[in-house]
C-alpha cells in the first residue's frame, strides 16, 4: 500500500482552508485575550517537525524506548534554558499543559484530602487551585482566598488569617484575572510559618518575569507552574520550576504519575523560545506589554470604563461593565465584529451567572508582539468605547474598517499569508 504523502493543500483542502482563514484572522483582528500571542516562524517550524514522530517516554538518559539520540540532547537544552532564563535550580519540561502541571504538584506534595488554599475563581484564581467544579476542589479540601472589595486588590492580612486559621498543606499564588502584582514574598512568609509547600503558577506573567518586567517567584516558591505560551511566545504546553531537593519528586509525579511520553515537538518549539526570551528583544517586548496595558486601562478610566483594582501592573486589564449597561458577552460579541478579539468574564463579587458575566477581560501580549505602542492602545481604547456604548452592527463595521488600516501596518508575527 502507498503512503499518502501530500501536502495539506492537497491532502486536506478542507483543513487547510481554515488553517488558511486562521492566518487570516489573527493577521486581521486587534487580538486582546490576555493568555493568547504570536509565536515566531522558527517556534512554528519546530512545532511542526519530525520530532512529532517520536516516542520517548522517561527522562534523558532513563528512556524506555530507543532511538532517542537527538531526543535527549534536546529536551536537556530546553531543560539548560529554563534555568539560566528563570534563575531555577531544577526545570521539567514535559507538562502537557499548565493544568497537568500543577496536577503534578498536587501528586508531589500531598496526599487526598489535603487542604489547599488559592484565590477563588470569580475572585481571579484558576479552576486548578482548588475550585470546586475541578478535580483539585473534589479530591482535595479548598480554602479560597479573595481580593477586597472596595480595592479589588489582595489583603495579605486576610490571607494570613485565613491561613493560620485553616492550616492548608500548599498555598498557591498566581490567577487568570488579577491584573496587580503578587507579592510572594509575603506569601512564601505564610506557607512557611503554617508549615505549607508555597506553589507559583506564573501562567499568565511568565514572559514578563523571563523579561524582568515583573517580580519572580523563583526565589520564593518551592516550585513554579506556568504554561509555555501566554507572554512567554512559546508553544501550547506547561513547565515546572522547582528547587533542587524537590526535583526527584515533581519528575516522578509527571511521569510516570500522570503522564506517558512527552510531545517532543512542543520540546523542540520551547526550546526555541526560550532561546528567543533571553534575548534583549524580548526584554524590550515585555516592558512595552507593560507600558501598553497601563495605557489602555487609562485610556478606558478617562472613557468612564470600571477597570478592576484601578488600573495594572501586568499584561492584563479586568473590566466591570455594570456601570455602561452591557453585559460582558453582548460587549464581546460585538467586539469581535468589529475585529476586536477579547473575553466576556466574571469580575469579583459579580452578581451575574459565568457564563453571562458582567465584565471583560483584556491584556496586550498579541499587540506588542506586533510592534504597536502607546498611540495604538490609545486608539484601541477609544473603538472599544465606541462598540460598547452602541454595539451594534453598523458600529462594528465602521470600527472594522479603521481596524483593518491599522493591523495592515504592525504584520503579525510568524504568519506569511498568501
Known amino acids: 500500500m502507498k503512503f499518502v504523502d501530500e501536502p495539506l493543500s492537497a491532502s486536506d483542502p478542507k483543513v487547510a482552508a481554515l488553517v488558511r482563514a486562521e492566518e487570516r484572522r489573527q493577521a486581521d483582528t486587534i487580538r486582546l485575550i490576555p493568555s493568547e500571542n504570536y509565536v515566531s516562524r522558527a517556534v512554528l517550524e519546530a512545532s511542526g517537525s519530525v520530532f512529532t514522530n517520536k516516542y520517548s517516554e522517561g527522562y534523558a538518559q ?109 498555598v498557591w499564588a498566581g490567577g487568570t484575572a488579577y491584573s496587580r502584582f503578587w507579592d510572594f514574598a509575603a506569601f512564601a512568609e505564610i506557607a ?43 508553544p501550547r504546553g506547561g513547565m515546572l520550576l522547582c528547587k533542587q531537593p524537590y526535583a526527584a519528586a515533581i519528575d516522578k509525579a509527571v511521569f510516570p504519575g500522570l503522564q506517558g511520553g512527552p510531545h517532543d515537538h512542543n520540546t523542540a518549539a520551547l526550546a526555541v523560545a526560550l532561546n528567543e526570551a533571553a534575548q534583549p528583544a524580548f526584554k524590550e517586548y515585555a516592558h512595552q506589554v507593560v507600558a501598553n496595558a497601563k495605557v489602555l486601562a487609562a485610556e478606558l478610566m478617562a472613557r468612564g470604563f470600571h477597570v478592576v483594582s484601578g488600573g495594572t501592573d501586568n499584561h492584563l486589564i479586568l473590566v466591570d461593565l455594570t456601570n455602561k449597561a452591557v453585559p460582558g458577552k453582548v460587549a464581546a460579541k460585538a467586539l469581535d ?49 465606541r462598540v460598547v456604548s452602541k454595539p451594534d452592527d453598523d458600529t462594528a463595521a465602521k470600527v472594522l474598517a479603521e481596524v483593518l488600516e491599522v493591523t495592515r501596518r504592525f504584520p503579525a508575527p510568524g504568519i506569511l499569508l498568501k
Open 62 to 170: 532513563k528512556r524506555y524506548y530507543e532511538g532517542q539520540q537527538n531526543v535527549d540532547p534536546l529536551e536537556s537544552l530546553a531543560q539548560e534554558r529554563a534555568c539560566a532564563l528563570f534563575g531555577a535550580e531544577h526545570a521539567n519540561v514535559q507538562p502537557y499543559s499548565g493544568s497537568p502541571a500543577n496536577l503534578a504538584v498536587y501528586f508531589a506534595f500531598l496526599q487526598p484530602g489535603a487542604k489547599v488554599m488559592g484565590l477563588a475563581l470569580p475572585m481571579g484564581g484558576h479552576l486548578t487551585h482548588g475550585w470546586n467544579v475541578s478535580i483539585t476542589g473534589k479530591y482535595f479540601q479548598p480554602v479560597q482566598y479573595g481580593v477586597r472589595k472596595d480595592t479589588g486588590r489582595i489583603d495579605m492580612d486576610e490571607v494570613r488569617d485565613l491561613a493560620r486559621r485553616e492550616r492548608p498543606a500548599l
Open 192 to 234: 512557611k510559618e503554617i508549615g505549607a509547600r508555597f506553589a507559583v503558577d506564573m501562567a499568565h506573567i511568565a514572559g514578563l518575569v523571563a523579561g524582568q518586567a515583573h517580580p519572580s517567584p523563583i526565589l520564593h516558591a518551592d516550585v513554579v507552574s506556568t504554561t509555555t505560551h501566554k507572554t512567554l511566545r512559546g
Open 337 to 385: 465584529k468589529a475585529g476586536i478579539e477579547l473575553n466576556y468574564n466574571s469580575v469579583p463579587y459579580d452578581t451575574r451567572k459565568p457564563f453571562d458575566p458582567s465584565g471583560i477581560r483584556l491584556g496586550t501580549p498579541s499587540v506588542s508582539s506586533r510592534g504597536m505602542g502607546e498611540a495604538e492602545m490609545k486608539q484601541i481604547a477609544a473603538w472599544i468605547d
